[in-house]
């Protein structure tokens, strides 16, 4: 893919407010997912694979550790003077408010998408745990001749995902019909939200769009859908779509899988994330760890199994950790127990603290909490 040709755009806020307290401080994309990696790390990995240099990222809201985390870009090799990383503040234009959807996001950057030199637009969220090829997309989009490629999956639709957008497609792969899945259940073709449009037809769309009240990118593929010039591109391999806190823990625990692990991290195609030197996890002669996936930088003397443990995490002696996500820099006492539990950076469960939720119900312990 020509560096100049594809212009990637990724917004990192969409969906915060299905994740609860998760995303109480942090956007969607710096949401911790798999021992090492942020969510953004899978949307601009994907990105740069496919050789897409020149990278716009939409915020919104408590932006800073999303900030922290993609710095300038360097790990995506986005660090440069031409192009590279670009983030867009909410307030992006003059005389405009908070942006009240994706669409109306875009209407928000329309100088910056109008000075691009690039013929087409690729939109992603951060909702999408995956390792996708946009090479693949953009070939499949050219030869279709169709002024929109969406990206689809097939999985189980829960009757209460509402935002998902259900796919109805044609044997020649174009989008027969599009409508949101409230009260929509079992297996379905739906929209992952990324996207491929012709740029000069997304700027008209964005601006025609906003001023008759559509403020969704969904809402516009759904208008496309009835010209019939929408077509429909099926990913290949692992993917979740991760819609509240329940299915990001699931997504998190299928990491144990390595079938998961195989189709997920390509050697070809890698995830990249933010490089931090920390010294390796270290296993005291108490510990005993099964089905696990443990981060540089911990310190492990007791028990844990069937578990997400991030960097620089302490399990003192006799402690039990099961079934859990343990974030960056959090502590747990000696003699505590865990077991369906999701712990946010930098929490301390004191000295025999148990605590325990279901996997349809995890429980979740904020940033900084002292237990």
């Given at each position: 893919?020509?560096?100049?040709?594809v212009?990637?755009?990724?917004?990192?806020n969409?969906?915060?407010?299905?994740?609860?307290?998760?995303?109480?401080?942090?956007?969607?994309?710096?949401?911790p997912?798999?021992g090492?990696?942020?969510?953004?790390?899978?949307?601009?990995?994907?990105?740069?694979?496919?050789?897409?240099?020149d990278?716009?990222?939409?915020?919104?809201?408590?932006?800073h550790?999303?900030?922290d985390?993609?710095?300038?870009?360097r790990?995506?090799?986005?660090?440069?003077?031409?192009?590279g990383?670009?983030?867009?503040?909410p307030?992006?234009?003059?005389?405009?408010g908070?942006y009240?959807?994706?669409?109306?996001?875009l209407?928000?950057?329309?100088?910056?998408?109008?000075?691009?030199?690039?013929?087409?637009?690729?939109?992603?969220?951060?909702?999408i745990?995956?390792?996708?090829?946009y090479?693949?997309?953009?070939?499949a989009?050219e030869?279709?001749?169709?002024?929109?490629?969406?990206?689809?999956?097939?999985?189980?639709?829960?009757?209460?995902?509402?935002?998902d957008?259900?796919?109805?497609?044609?044997?020649?792969?174009?989008?027969?019909?599009?409508f949101?899945?409230?009260?929509?259940?079992?297996e379905?073709?739906?929209?992952?939200?990324?996207?491929?449009?012709?740029r000069?037809?997304?700027?008209?769309?964005a601006?025609?769009g906003v001023?008759?009240?559509?403020?969704?990118?969904?809402?516009?593929?759904?208008?496309q859908?009835?010209?019939?010039?929408?077509?429909?591109?099926?990913?290949?391999?692992?993917?979740y779509h991760?819609?509240?806190?329940?299915?990001y823990?699931?997504?998190?625990?299928?990491?144990?899988d390595?079938?998961v692990r195989?189709?997920?991290?390509?050697?070809?195609?890698?995830?990249?994330?933010k490089i931090?030197?920390?010294?390796?996890?270290?296993?005291?002669?108490?510990?005993n760890?099964?089905?696990?996936?443990?981060?540089?930088?911990?310190?492990?003397e007791g028990?844990v199994?069937?578990?997400?443990?991030?960097?620089?995490?302490?399990?003192g002696?006799?402690?039990?950790?099961?079934?859990?996500?343990?974030?960056?820099?959090?502590?747990?006492?000696?003699n505590?127990q865990?077991?369906?539990?999701?712990?946010?950076?930098d929490v301390?469960?004191?000295?025999?603290?148990?605590?325990?939720?279901?996997?349809?119900?995890?429980?979740?312990?904020?940033?900084k909490?002292h237990?």
């Amino acid at each position: 893919m020509s560096e100049s040709k594809v212009l990637g755009i990724v917004f990192s806020n969409m969906h915060d407010d299905q994740m609860g307290d998760l995303t109480m401080v942090r956007t969607m994309g710096s949401v911790p997912f798999g021992g090492r990696y942020r969510l953004v790390d899978f949307a601009l990995s994907n990105m740069v694979n496919a050789g897409i240099r020149d990278v716009g990222m939409i915020t919104k809201s408590n932006y800073h550790s999303l900030m922290d985390h993609v710095g300038s870009g360097r790990e995506w090799d986005l660090a440069r003077k031409i192009g590279g990383l670009t983030i867009l503040p909410p307030y992006a234009r003059a005389k405009a408010g908070m942006y009240r959807g994706n669409l109306d996001a875009l209407n928000g950057i329309y100088a910056f998408l109008a000075s691009s030199k690039a013929k087409y637009v690729l939109l992603c969220d951060c909702d999408i745990v995956a390792n996708i090829d946009y090479n693949a997309m953009l070939a499949a989009h050219e030869e279709s001749g169709a002024g929109v490629t969406i990206l689809c999956g097939r999985y189980d639709v829960a009757p209460h995902h509402g935002e998902d957008l259900i796919l109805s497609i044609q044997e020649n792969g174009f989008l027969r019909d599009a409508f949101q899945s409230a009260g929509v259940g079992g297996e379905q073709d739906v929209y992952m939200n990324a996207a491929i449009f012709d740029r000069e037809l997304l700027l008209r769309l964005a601006v025609d769009g906003v001023s008759h009240g559509k403020y969704s990118i969904n809402e516009i593929i759904q208008d496309q859908a009835r010209s019939h010039s929408v077509y429909c591109y099926k990913g290949h391999g692992w993917f979740y779509h991760i819609h509240n806190l329940t299915e990001y823990f699931v997504a998190n625990m299928a990491l144990l899988d390595e079938k998961v692990r195989e189709e997920l991290f390509l050697p070809e195609r890698p995830i990249l994330t933010k490089i931090r030197d920390e010294a390796p996890a270290k296993y005291g002669l108490s510990s005993n760890v099964k089905n696990s996936l443990v981060a540089d930088g911990c310190i492990i003397e007791g028990t844990v199994e069937n578990s997400i443990i991030f960097r620089g995490v302490k399990v003192g002696q006799g402690a039990v950790v099961k079934n859990s996500i343990v974030m960056q820099g959090s502590v747990i006492d000696d003699n505590a127990q865990l077991d369906y539990v999701i712990l946010d950076k930098d929490v301390l469960i004191k000295d025999g603290r148990r605590l325990a939720g279901y996997l349809t119900y995890p429980v979740y312990v904020p940033k900084k909490s002292h237990i």
